[in-house]
């Protein structure tokens, strides 16, 4: 079984930063892709930045120059270094890694809980 579990969320205000961390445990032989999708309510997921095992990325145009999409490959570990945060950012965000729980088998995409990120004065 493959768990994400994400931490880092909170309040902050317009201007500042946060830094959101998710860790995959469990059954894991090889993680691929990794990345950040948020939500806010009545709007679809959108992905906000994503980073491969080779160490490419991409970024949602919205927070490029601001997010900073990193992984600790050692430790099955994405994280989000949130700059410059607006208003518009605050979102549900939520961790979603490609994950082969073993040789041979299949990758099959996984979600954490989401943590929620409020931008506020």
């Known amino acids: 079984q493959v768990q994400l579990a994400e931490s880092g969320g909170g309040l902050v205000q317009p201007g500042g930063s946060l830094r959101l961390s998710c860790a995959a445990s469990?059954?894991?032989?090889?993680?691929?892709?990794m990345a950040w999708y948020r939500q806010t309510p009545g709007k679809q997921r959108e992905l906000v930045a994503s980073i491969t095992n080779g160490g490419n990325i991409n970024y949602a145009d919205s927070v490029k120059g601001r997010f900073t999409i990193s992984r600790d490959n050692a430790k099955n570990t994405v994280y989000l270094q949130m700059n410059s945060l607006k208003p518009e950012d605050t979102a549900d965000y939520y961790c979603w890694a490609d994950i082969k729980a073993q040789i041979g088998a299949f990758a099959y995409g996984y979600w954490g809980q989401g943590t929620q990120v409020t931008v506020s004065s």
């Open positions: 469990g059954s894991i032989f090889f993680i691929n892709e």
